[in-house]
C-alpha cells in the first residue's frame, strides 16, 4: 500500500472512534472534527489510488466528494439539513453508479443483484413506512430505489473486472445507511452510529481503493 493511502486510511481508522466518543459525549465541535477528518481519509484513499486518471475514478471522487458534504449536513439535527444531507448521498450514489456502468458491468450478476435487492429494499420501506411523514415519503423511496441500483451495479462492476473488494464495500455502505435510516425513522440511539458509522467508513474506503480501476 503507498505511504499516502496508508496515511488515508490510518487517518480514518484513528477518526471514527474519536467521533463515535464525541457522539457518546455529546462534544458538538468533536463531532465535526472528526467525522470531516475521518470522511478527508477516504478521500485521500481515493487520490492515492489514482482516482484522477480516468473518467472512472473521477466519478468516484465525485461520489466520495457528495458523500463528504452529505456527512457535514448531516451533523445538523433539522429536517431540513438531513434532506439536503439525503440528496447529496442521492447525487454520490448516482456518481458511483455511472462509474461501475462506464467501466464495464456483466448484465448477468447485476439482474441477478438487482432482483435481491428489490427485494430488500421492499422489505426496508414496508419496515420505515410506519415512521415516514408524508413530506419525507417521495425523498426516502428515491434514495432506496438509487442504493439498491448502486448495489445491483456494484455487483455488474465485479462481473466486469472491477476489484473485488468493491462489491463489499458497496453492500456496506447500504448496510449504514439502514442504520442512518433507523436512527432518523425508527428509533433514535447510540447504537445506531455504533454499527452504522464504522460500516460506512469500511464501505466507504474499500471503494475508494478501486478508484484506480
Not at 449536513?73 to 434532506?83: D, I, K, N, P
Not at 430488500?120 to 441500483?149: E, K, T
Not at 472491477?162 to 445507511?177: C, I, Q, T, W
Request: some cysteine; charged content about 10%.
Amino acid at each position: 500500500m503507498p505511504p499516502f493511502m496508508t496515511a488515508s486510511v490510518c487517518l480514518t481508522a484513528a477518526a471514527v472512534p474519536l467521533h463515535l466518543l464525541a457522539e457518546r459525549r455529546g462534544w458538538a465541535a468533536g463531532r465535526t472534527v472528526t467525522k470531516s477528518l475521518a470522511s478527508l481519509g477516504f478521500m485521500g484513499t481515493a487520490l492515492s489510488a489514482g482516482a484522477v486518471g480516468s473518467l472512472f475514478g473521477r466519478l468516484i471522487l465525485t461520489g466520495l466528494a457528495l458523500s463528504l458534504i452529505g456527512d457535514v449536513l448531516l451533523l445538523g439535527r433539522s429536517r431540513q439539513v438531513f434532506l439536503a444531507g439525503l440528496v447529496s448521498f442521492l447525487l454520490g450514489h448516482l456518481a458511483y453508479a455511472t462509474a461501475f456502468i462506464i467501466h464495464g458491468i456483466d448484465l448477468l450478476p447485476a439482474a441477478g443483484g438487482l432482483v435481491i435487492v428489490a427485494v430488500v429494499g421492499m422489505r426496508v420501506f414496508r419496515w420505515l413506512r410506519p415512521h415516514i411523514s408524508r413530506d419525507m415519503l417521495r425523498p426516502v423511496v428515491a434514495y432506496i430505489i438509487v442504493i439498491s441500483a448502486m448495489v445491483a451495479l456494484a455487483l455488474g462492476a465485479w462481473g466486469g473486472g472491477v476489484p473485488v473488494r468493491l462489491l463489499p464495500g458497496a453492500v456496506a455502505f447500504y448496510l449504514s445507511d439502514i442504520a442512518v435510516a433507523r436512527d432518523r425513522f425508527v428509533v433514535k440511539g447510540f447504537a445506531n452510529r455504533l454499527v452504522g458509522l464504522p460500516l460506512y467508513y469500511a464501505g466507504q474506503l474499500l471503494i475508494a481503493s478501486c478508484a484506480g480501476g
